[in-house]
């Protein structure tokens, strides 16, 4: 199983929006609704951004959102603020395995 | 708040056995979930290693399946990681995580608290 693409940067100035790519098969990512975004701060613990393709867990705010169309899942971020500078990783449920993402660092400039 | 934090050996010899343990507080493992390991090797993606039941049903990835062994310790609320006949390529930050499966979840399969991760690098 292979990893999934994503854009291995982004940027966008403050207030901005920013949109990563993750493009997968249809055997995962266009399979399942089951894709996950992280973000991944130096020295901190992954958080989860997004689950089920558009689910926000509680506390991540609602300039966050996730979306897919066939094999390929997307996350914006709208209004972008200096703390949302990071690596972001999407997921996916591929049946007997879990694929995570290249990875995209998001510069905020 | 469920916390998870991993310790170990931060350096292990070629061939031998990488193991760590995940210490999670905040919650009882024996309470249901489901527990993963996942690793990132520097400048590298994330990649799911396996991942356990409290009951001991587990699922490996099946390019580690062979090296790789996940177990419980409910009574000490820990899992564990074991990985055998290392090389430099298995050099990472390994992380411990909580991993959804429907049932008390809101949602399927994702990770949603991970620990902090402990840097192991394979070298003589």
């Known amino acids: 199983q292979s990893a999934l693409t994503q854009p291995p940067s982004a940027s966008g100035a403050p207030g901005q929006s920013v949109t990563i790519s993750c493009t997968g098969t249809s055997s995962d990512v266009g399979r399942y609704n089951y894709v996950s975004w992280y973000q991944l701060h130096p020295g901190k613990a992954p958080k989860l951004m997004i689950y089920d393709v558009t689910k926000r867990p509680s506390g991540v705010p609602d300039r966050f959102s996730g979306s897919k169309s066939g094999n390929t899942a997307s996350l914006t971020v709208s209004g972008l603020q200096a703390e949302d500078e990071a690596d972001y990783y999407c997921s996916s449920y591929a049946t007997t395995t879990y694929v995570f993402g290249t990875g995209t660092k998001v510069t905020v400039l | 708040q469920v916390q998870l934090q991993e310790s170990g050996p931060g350096l292990v010899k070629p061939a031998e056995t990488l193991s760590l343990t995940c210490s999670v507080s905040?919650?009882?493992?024996?309470?249901?979930?489901?527990w993963s390991w996942v690793r990132q090797p520097p400048g590298k993606e994330l990649e799911w290693i396996a991942t356990i039941h409290h009951t001991g049903t587990s699922y490996y990835n099946p390019s580690l399946q062979s090296r790789v062994t996940i177990s419980v310790d409910a009574s000490k609320n820990q899992f564990s990681l074991r990985l055998t006949s290392v090389t430099a390529a298995d050099t990472a930050t390994y992380y411990c995580a909580r991993y959804c499966v429907g049932g008390r979840c809101p949602g399927t399969y994702f990770f949603d608290y991970w620990g902090l991760g402990t840097l192991v690098i394979v070298s003589s």
């Open positions: 905040g919650y009882s493992i024996s309470s249901g979930y489901y």
